[in-house]
């Protein structure tokens, strides 16, 4: 028997104990399957070995009408009774070397990997792929530690880049940050990950089939854009399946009737000085605000919240905790995070923050002003051995001075975060790194109040509570939204100055109506 050829693009991982209880483990297998899923490895932690065994051969009935290959988690006895296409082994487990030894030439080995030195390691052995884990925190099993895209890369950039051997990421990936992982953590020179291994996002969603679809489509996007970026050309080709710019704006009306319909209700993780202006901002729109600074409650939370705002405008270690945690959790539900990094450049405390929670969860919406979303070019641009890995984002003057070409900053981070990016100022610029957009409301006022940018966060996660599937169009409209007020705010006879703004802007925030959103918005489709 040869060694199959394997294509490692979506790798199922299961897990009895987590799958959805509609259906049995040999259902979800063969679901996933016909959803795309490439290579599976069983894996079963209660298991006896003749139970095992047992398992073993039904799902390998599967996986074998589909030519799919099935590997054995930990258990080689069980991989070698049943002629498994090949085995997984952990650091903790038997080693790679007596794996091979007992496996033979022709099956596939995989071994988990957190460091390059493991990663080497596993070259050396004679692995066939390496699991590189815990990409972002999970509910799965309980990691020591993150790696985040970055250490990913970190990780790809240690295997020559002549080296067969493939790579899977692994932990916490979702269908909603797939596509971050795979372009973010592109190594430095060209290596991108062969695949995703995914236990919770297939095994316990509702519909295997639609989640395996969903996940290989953003990996097979992420790896396109991942091979234009290390060709040095971030237009790149592909096409995406989005309402149009102009369909996103006839629809604002409608959500800004939804979100007050629905009053979705967001967890904020804010600042001391802002707290009260962005609940109250919350409300006077229509949403609903908790303001929940504990770690200790954000797991209960992230059940009942619809988004999430993460400020880091007074950063306490407590806060910082709680950020860690509210993002793990709203990750694992998909609840969206919009993360606002207030000074973001300002201090080593700042900027080391807003890298931890850049590696340490996805975020959907990064809004920030000029300054900040130019520390966040630095944090995620550059970080290659030779430098060679610098985000080509044509436009940047002088970081922290402002851009000459703002609209190509946030494209290309949006691109590259697999996020969408807001970048507020006199103009907003917006983007998810295929639609590009300047809006021209809004007033000088709200930059002569304190938190008007922060409110904006709020009412960005508003919006993205009821518009799960199109973040972008969350931002635009929660800024709209806000720009609006502030106009309508400072047009009235009773506002004589900041103070008095400050009260009518809340005010105009209730009063807004849906037409509005429509008649009056100056936004303008930017093509870069
Ligand atoms: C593809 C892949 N990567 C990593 C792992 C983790 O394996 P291990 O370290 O043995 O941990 P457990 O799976 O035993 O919890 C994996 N299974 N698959
Ligand atoms: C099985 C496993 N191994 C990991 C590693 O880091 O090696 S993380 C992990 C769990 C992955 O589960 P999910 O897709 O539900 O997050």
């Given at each position: 028997m040869v060694k199959p050829t394997v294509d490692y693009s979506l790798y199922l991982v299961t897990d009895s104990g987590l799958n959805h209880p509609s259906r049995t483990l040999l259902q979800s297998v063969e679901d996933s399957i016909l959803g795309g899923v490439t290579l599976v490895q069983l894996r079963e932690k209660n298991l006896d070995t003749p139970a095992f065994i047992d398992l073993a051969r039904k799902v390998h009935a599967v996986t074998k009408k589909y030519n799919v290959p099935l590997l054995i988690n930990d258990n080689l006895e069980v991989a070698l009774a049943i002629d498994a296409e090949g085995a997984h082994v952990g650091?903790?487990?038997?080693t790679c070397v007596e794996a091979r030894r007992l496996l033979g030439p022709n099956k596939i080995l995989g071994i988990s990997t957190g460091t390059p030195e493991e990663a080497q390691k596993a070259l050396a052995d004679g692995a066939d792929y390496i699991g590189i884990g815990t990409c972002f925190m999970t509910q799965t099993k309980s990691p020591k530690r993150t790696l985040g895209p970055i250490g990913v890369r970190t990780i790809l950039e240690a295997i020559p880049a002549e080296s067969e051997m493939k790579t899977v990421v692994i932990g916490g990936i979702k269908h909603d940050n797939t596509r971050r992982v795979v372009t973010h953590s592109a190594g430095g020179h060209g290596r991108i990950v062969d695949g995703i291994a995914v236990v919770t996002g297939i095994v316990?969603?509702?519909?295997a089939k639609l989640a395996s679809e969903q996940l290989l489509s953003e990996f097979r996007i992420g790896h396109e854009l991942a091979t234009t970026k290390h060709q040095n050309n971030i237009r790149g080709s592909v096409q995406d399946a989005r309402a149009s710019v102009e369909d996103v704006i006839k629809s604002f009306p409608q959500m800004l009737t939804t979100l007050r319909e629905k009053s979705p209700l967001t967890h904020h993780i804010s600042n001391f000085v802002v707290m009260n202006d962005t609940a109250n901002a919350t409300l006077a729109l229509g949403g609903s605000p908790i303001m929940a600074p504990s770690a200790v409650e954000a797991e209960d939370l992230s059940k009942v919240v619809s988004s999430v705002v993460l400020n880091i405008g007074t950063l306490t270690d407590s806060f910082v905790d709680c950020m860690y945690e509210a993002g793990k959790h709203a990750n694992a539900q998909s609840k969206p995070i919009v993360f606002d990094p207030v000074?973001?450049?300002?201090?080593k405390l700042r900027e080391e923050t807003t890298r931890k929670i850049l590696n340490a969860m996805h975020v959907d919406i990064i809004k920030g002003n000029a300054g900040e979303i130019s520390t966040i070019a630095k944090i995620i641009g550059g970080s290659g051995p030779d430098k060679t890995e610098t985000i080509t984002m044509r436009g940047v003057d002088s970081l922290g001075s402002g851009f000459s070409n703002p609209a190509a900053v946030v494209q290309a981070i949006a691109r590259r975060e697999g996020a969408v990016v807001a970048m507020t100022g006199v103009t907003d610029y917006v983007s998810d790194g295929f639609r590009t957009v300047a809006i021209e409301n809004g007033h000088a006022y709200q930059g002569r109040i304190t938190g008007s940018g922060c409110m904006i966060a709020s009412s960005i996660a508003s919006f993205a509570a009821i518009s799960p599937n199109d973040h972008f169009a969350a931002a635009v409209a929660g800024i709209l939204a806000l720009n609006l007020a502030g106009e309508h705010a400072a047009a009235r006879v009773d506002v004589h100055g900041p103070g008095t703004f400050r009260a009518a802007f809340i005010d105009e925030m209730a009063n807004l109506t849906p037409q509005q959103m429509l008649d009056e918005a100056r936004i303008k489709t930017v093509t870069i």
């Open positions: 650091q903790d487990d038997i316990g969603a509702q519909d000074g973001a450049g300002a201090t």
